[in-house]
């Protein structure tokens, strides 16, 4: 979507190919390989990404982030090291 957008879910998106600017609450993050952005339910978001972009995106209802760690909760993305990497792809 090109325009400030909200969810009643979380999302997890991990893009494994791309470039740009992810908006999360209006501030700005640089999109890389590898990056993962976690989105909480209601934050307002817009992406600006490559069109040769590729990934995957988790969606998930709340109930689910009782068993995620609390400086997940707390962080709008995190880059993933090779031996994460290998471990989630399919």
Do not use: C
């Amino acid at each position: 979507m090109d325009w400030p957008h909200r969810h009643d879910f979380y999302s997890l998106v991990w893009f494994t190919k791309s470039s740009g600017i992810n908006v999360i609450d209006f501030e700005e993050y640089e999109i890389k390989p590898n990056r993962l952005f976690f989105m909480h339910p209601k934050q307002v978001h817009n992406w600006s990404y490559s069109k040769e972009s590729k990934g995957y995106i988790l969606v998930f209802a709340k109930h689910f982030t009782k068993e995620l760690p609390l400086e997940l909760m707390n962080i709008a993305f995190f880059d993933l090291k090779q031996k994460n990497i290998l471990l989630l792809k399919p």
